[in-house]
């Protein structure tokens, strides 16, 4: 029933890069706002910020021996994406797992459950999005799967999508619609220059938008 | 049944920042322990601290076209104070609000739902507390007010109230008691001090707030 | 019912620096995964490190009475552990308070209800342990215990254990154990130095620890 | 600061009975989506139904000193509405105070903490819609107020203002606008009936509403 | 970018049955402990019990146009599995939308959002699995689908899985994997029939399942 | 370092009797406020209600193999107290366990983390309190301890400390002060019954405890 699977699909390593500049939010609106991760997620250091392709892994509650398992099958610019089967906040990952990824060029960590070792994951510079962080250890000792699809913190990660993470938190771009995704989120960064631009000057989004007729045709009233 | 209030009545700008230097947890004591939000009111960045009057928005769950409509009715040193219809922790606001709202001079945002662009937010210095960051985007669609009497984050605002926030929280002072929230705070502000200096010193609370008879009447007992 | 111990037993200073230097994952791990706080327990900033003899204090919830009648039974290097009767965010604790313990040498506060005056006790350097930032204040009206054994955001603390803490969380070793926690602590990180040396060169847990072999018994199936 | 305030004007008793056989679901959608309480407020048997006039209680947490005060206050078909200073779960209510309350006509208890001796309260039938149950007992010790404004779980609350509560939740209709709810309630009523019957025989929402074309406007594609 | 798919495989209807009458706790082992949605998800009343293919609806937070446009596509035995964007405990499933479901033949509902008329769903025997009972009502304005893969409490649905939910909570199983897990499922309550008479009869757990060895072996000791 | 206790001391079985007819409202405030477990903990139907003395069980999470062990260790009339080393809702306990623990004579369990087969155990009127309902499976795999002290659900328990459960909660009485707590239990009970009659001829609290004297002291004024 449990497998590693070595070998996924990557994105173009160019459309990755184009994304985790344009980081999270812009990424979530141009793709229709989905795949985003829940809220609860988050980076162990504010200026925390990366892309690449998900490399999965499924874990029990508590126990990281499919980690382990999961260094082996990453490529240099993978992101690890782990997830348990059940709810849980132990600290599953530490420094030294976080020095063997390193080792792998692994650029960062996404994982519904706790992360330890925070001081010197912030000093490696090592950046993990988590639900908790928190010192409990774990057993290496039941059975999981490496690069199956997964559901994390409520999104759906297949291996070798994008997950793109900032301190907005973390968004999931399905490997086969990357370059479509990188054109509408450059179309929006573009329109969105342009308005800020207004902005700054003083112009009101109501007129920008056109909203005041929205807000007319709903019947608010100005007093 | 949905209006936008342009008129409101404002406190005097001097006690507004007298009460925003005094700090929240001086200004909650001062008038008499009421007043504040929920703990989960948390700000973007720790060095975060502001005070203004309350413009206030009411808006649909994931719907910010009344954060649109409130801009053109702040006036300089306002603070944006935006609730929704219920519990949501959509991504509302974002760096393209704040820049609208620099613009017309708001000082800063409290927000009982989510906030993204917290990297760009963080980097204007235009600060925020909020229940979450949250990319997740919203829609422009259903008709809320402005300027209305609000429930944010567990506490009554109405428009023109004090807010006052920091590190420690967010707090609201009703506008017509702001000359004597103003007083009381520097009472206790000068009271402090010179309780600080003793404690500095190595005088005990117990001493100084006559606390021993106190444990002694409740049969506290010593071993 | 109530009362306050003025003696207790406090373990090796020598011994509780080192623990302190070796941090709260590598205590937690040497002494059985046993005796961490919940992952509520965050600090009020990140830099946060401490280590010292617990003297513990029995609050009823909103009322800090005890904590006041605690100061005087510290000693230099002690930690304050709070706990109240019921689940409380109040903010118990502020920098008046912290400015008395710091004259009697306390080093560090690990609260299970809310602190306030964050950036004060910043400033200050005085590292807090707390499940919220809560500006909201306290009576001094109900008895409660100092130096009674305690149970503090799960754990069980007895007036002189180890209290451990830094960005992973607080860890509580018992007095009693603390030379064999110090030994096993000692042994692990010299254990691990040597396995990070060679995660570091790239070589992979799954043979370091011989983890081959148990994916293989537990049938996982590479693809 | 604090007060008990003894007269408050109630609403037409006949009003009040209709929105409570209406129920929340209605009553709320009626005025406009409003005045709901969160979702956290649970009655402690699903049975519970009840409206009435409400008496408004401010305590301090865990004190449930003003709760004794304000039985006096209240009037035969009258709800007491209590409410803390901050968070607590504490069992602020048992099974006296309900005698106490049943010997005066009150008809049911909003509390925004906890409630305890849930077997015997409900063996008398006398309904409680609260944040928790918990047997945690209170002092008698500090200040509040009696018929104020308060804010109860998220929702605004007047005295006199109607509380209508049953398994769905708690809603509070203000009392200068019951009138026009009970109007619009019954109106709702009528149409909802009218509905159900077309909806019994297998016509869809989505023809009685107009929804086709909404969703044809919106560029949802049929496959 | 939303559509609404007509045609969706379903699993044999007789299979649909045995695994409903097995029910969660044995079908969520029998497929190797996986498909469950969190625990957060619980019957509205607790002898609701059902099991059915899976129609999945994506509505925005707060909005439920899409469950309207759901009825049309379901057929007699159907389970509605309805999900949103982003976190909401908004009402948007009431009696006047089962009254329409009941009409087409729909067996029950799943909804990672809020259910209202609660008291007269459990009247019409309506099953529910919701994350919160809450009034607060819904707007039809935004744009959604029916019959994609959704993530649904964690869990992955796609349309014509199989939903099984009792009191314990709700399992998806995957429709392709229907004919496996019924065998699986009928294997285990076989053997647990003859290890609970066993049991029933004194024999302990640890002989049965030969755990001795396995105490022996982690050098557990007694005393 | 782990163990099994086989034997452990047990209170006086007619003093467990009558705690367990008082209930735990009573005995909690008759020890002076203390031994109760977290709101969390509710029992899975209404009615259950029990007392005896605590074998206790430390597993690690999502691991029942301890449970399996302390079987054994049980005598008639004993409550299972069961905790993990870290957070989970994990279903490590049914309807087979149960069947075992009741042909052992066991009359109950505290679970800090989820329990299953919910309808069977109701149907077997076995009564469980726990954190969860949830059908998640669990290993065999790691060891634990047997009547050792454990904190569950932020209660201190000893082996042989009494456990009185209803709806009200999870109460600890420690062993040794029984005795008294029975006689204080019943002094209470006495107390009460006369007020209770009071209080239903409309006498009220406020005279009946002399709190109007208080509301003066307070400074609280009648309007």
Same mark, same amino acid.
């Given at each position: 029933?449990?497998?590693? *699977? %070595?070998?996924? $699909?990557?994105?173009?390593p160019?459309?990755?890069?184009?994304?985790?500049?344009?980081?999270?939010?812009?990424?979530?609106?141009? $793709?229709g706002?989905?795949?985003?991760?829940?809220?609860?997620?988050?980076?162990?250091?504010?200026?925390a910020?990366?892309?690449?392709?998900?490399v999965?892994?499924?874990? $029990?509650?508590?126990?990281?021996?499919?980690?382990?398992a999961?260094?082996?099958?990453?490529?240099?610019?993978?992101?690890?994406? !782990?997830?348990?089967?059940?709810?849980?906040?132990?600290?599953?990952?530490?420094?030294?797992?976080?020095?063997?990824?390193?080792?792998?060029?692994?650029?960062g960590?996404?994982?519904?459950?706790?992360? %330890?070792? +925070?001081?010197?994951?912030?000093?490696?510079?090592?950046? *993990?999005?988590?639900?908790?962080?928190?010192?409990?250890g774990?057993? #290496?000792?039941?059975a999981?799967? !490496?690069?199956v699809? +997964?559901?994390?913190?409520?999104?759906?990660?297949?291996?070798?999508?994008?997950?793109?993470?900032? *301190?907005?938190? !973390?968004?999931?771009?399905?490997r086969?619609t990357?370059p479509?995704?990188?054109?509408?989120?450059?179309?929006? !960064?573009?329109k969105?220059e #342009?308005n800020? $631009?207004?902005?700054?000057?003083?112009?009101?989004?109501?007129?920008?938008?056109?909203?005041?007729? #929205?807000l #007319?045709?709903?019947?608010?009233?100005?007093?």
């Open positions: 029933m449990h497998k590693i *699977v %070595r070998k996924i $699909q990557r994105p173009d160019e459309a990755v890069k184009i994304l985790g500049d344009l980081g999270v939010a812009t990424v979530h609106e141009a $793709q706002r989905t795949g985003l991760m829940k809220p609860y997620m988050r980076p162990i250091y504010p200026s910020k990366m892309a690449g392709p998900a999965t892994v499924l874990c $029990q509650s508590g126990d990281n021996l499919m980690i382990h999961a260094v082996e099958v990453c490529h240099p610019g993978d992101v690890l994406v !782990v997830t348990t089967g059940s709810d849980s906040t132990d600290g599953m990952f530490g420094e030294l797992l976080a020095t063997s990824l390193v080792a792998h060029g692994v650029v960590l996404i994982i519904d459950a706790g992360v %330890r070792d +925070v001081g010197e994951l912030t000093a490696m510079d090592f950046p *993990v999005w988590s639900k908790a962080i928190h010192a409990h774990t057993v #290496k000792s039941t999981g799967s !490496v690069n699809p +997964v559901v994390c913190a409520g999104a759906s990660v297949n291996p070798g999508d994008v997950i793109v993470a900032d *301190v907005d938190g !973390v968004c999931v771009v399905p086969e990357v479509e995704v990188v054109k509408a989120s450059e179309a929006r !960064v573009a969105e #342009k800020r $631009q207004s902005l700054r000057e003083g112009k009101l989004g109501l007129d920008m938008y056109g909203l005041r007729a #929205k #007319k045709e709903l019947g608010v009233e100005y007093e």
